[in-house]
């Protein structure tokens, strides 16, 4: 199917590009658009890893900035230096659980920080009457849908119906996102993706929590009786629908990307289980016995599912990997970086920002 080109990007702001899903596509789209800049805004909360970036940190179009995106003076220091010609927006509290602990930094964060960047958008592109050829690309969630129950999908369609402080916040930033499109004509774009896994996710989301338990023989909380149902989404099939989106989507069009891969959540951890056993030639069932059922999450979303047909028909989008595939390319990926998961089970990585940046600045680098 030949696609006409909607965007072509020259300067771009990634924000959050330190975090899961935001080095996986700096990682995809520096080394793949080498005369394409890329600049990444990350204020390297916990879940910001500048080792993610490694094999990309000398590149000379991709340059780090730390920074909030609440902070509008540096955002809009930046869109002046570095004449952006689109932005994509990663940066957010992503964890439920956290929301749940403190709804407030989400506010901060996916609400005000979101709408900062917004605004700075519109300030140097629509104000000065080049709106046309930019292109702000929202990345949001499919939890802004709430819950289904056993049958069904959400669709592009779907009125939102958010249930978690996280939701609620990811959702207002879509409000505000669509907001800005039709009030001031911000070119934005909106794709709302299922539960992504893969290589550099924190391990507090449920695949790496569950891979690293099992491979230290602690205990695997799921929560209730882990009947709960999640559509997952391999992060690299994730970035190649980011890449489609932003170069042959519509303004003021949302995608759901989603791969159809539901599974409960018990299944899921079973066969996760069995695979590290697998891997690292253990005993079968050694980990199975590690599995605890914990007290449920506050408003646990039953289910989720989404209907891809508009990215397949109208971009032509197919996921690459199978769930096995994706899980088994996971769990090798963390059993073969198991430095990467110890400097974050013990905080280290949170000084590779001083190593690189700060140290090489004092002594004279840059
Ligand atoms: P993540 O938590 O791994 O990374 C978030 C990144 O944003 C981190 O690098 C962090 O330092 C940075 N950040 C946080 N607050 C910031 C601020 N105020 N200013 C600048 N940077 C800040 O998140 P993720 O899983 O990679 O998710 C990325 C985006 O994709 C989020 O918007 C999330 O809602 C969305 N999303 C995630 C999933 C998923 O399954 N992980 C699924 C669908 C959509
Ligand atoms: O220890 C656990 N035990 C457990 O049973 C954890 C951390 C989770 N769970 C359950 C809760 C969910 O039903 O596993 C499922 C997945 O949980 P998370 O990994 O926390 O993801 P979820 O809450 O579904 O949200 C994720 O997908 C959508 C991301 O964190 C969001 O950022 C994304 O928008």
Redesign the pocket.
């Given at each position: 199917m030949e696609k006409p080109l909607k965007h072509t990007p020259e300067s771009v702001l990634v924000t959050g590009g330190a975090g899961f899903i935001g080095s996986n596509y700096l990682l995809r789209m520096v080394r793949k658009y080498p005369d394409v800049r890329f600049v990444n805004l990350d204020a390297l909360t916990y879940a910001g890893n500048l080792a993610n970036l490694h094999e990309i940190e000398e590149a000379s179009n991709y340059r780090f900035v730390r920074g909030d995106i609440s902070d509008s003076n540096l955002v809009d220091s930046l869109f002046e230096q570095f004449r952006f010609t689109t932005v994509v927006h990663f940066a957010a509290e992503?964890?439920?659980?956290r929301s749940i602990e403190d709804p407030l930094a989400f506010v901060r964060t996916n609400v005000t920080g979101s709408t900062t960047l917004l605004d700075v958008a519109r300030h140097h592109w629509v104000e000065n009457g080049n709106a046309s050829r930019m292109r702000f690309h929202h990345i949001s969630?499919?939890?802004v849908f709430g819950s289904l129950g056993l049958d069904g999908r959400f669709s592009e369609d779907t009125p939102y119906a958010p249930r978690s402080p996280?939701a609620a916040s990811?959702a207002s930033s879509d409000h505000f996102a669509r907001a800005y499109a039709e009030t001031f004509g911000l070119p934005v774009i909106i794709s709302n993706a299922s539960?992504n896994f893969g290589p550099f996710q924190f391990p507090?989301?449920?695949?790496p929590?569950v891979i690293s338990n099992a491979l230290d023989l602690k205990p695997i909380?799921?929560?209730g009786r882990?009947e709960?149902v999640?559509d997952w989404l391999y992060v690299e099939d994730h970035c190649a629908a980011l890449d489609t989106i932003l170069h042959f989507g519509s303004d003021l069009r949302t995608y759901l990307v989603g791969a159809g891969n539901e599974v409960p959540?018990l299944d899921l951890v079973r066969s996760l289980v069995d695979l590290v056993d697998r891997t690292l030639d253990r005993s079968e069932g050694t980990a199975r016995k590690l599995i605890r059922f914990v007290k449920d999450?506050p408003g646990?979303d039953f289910r989720y599912a989404l209907d891809v047909s508009r990215i397949q028909e109208e971009l032509g989008w197919e996921p690459d990997h199978t769930l096995e595939d994706g899980l088994k390319k996971t769990v090798d990926w963390y059993l073969s970086n198991k430095g990467w998961l110890d400097s974050v089970r013990d905080d280290s990585y949170l000084h590779y920002y001083d190593r690189m940046y700060t140290d090489r600045l004092n002594s004279g680098g840059n």
């Open positions: 992503s964890h439920v659980d969630t499919d939890e996280y990811k539960n507090e989301k449920l695949i929590l909380p799921v929560y882990g709960n999640r959540n999450r646990h």
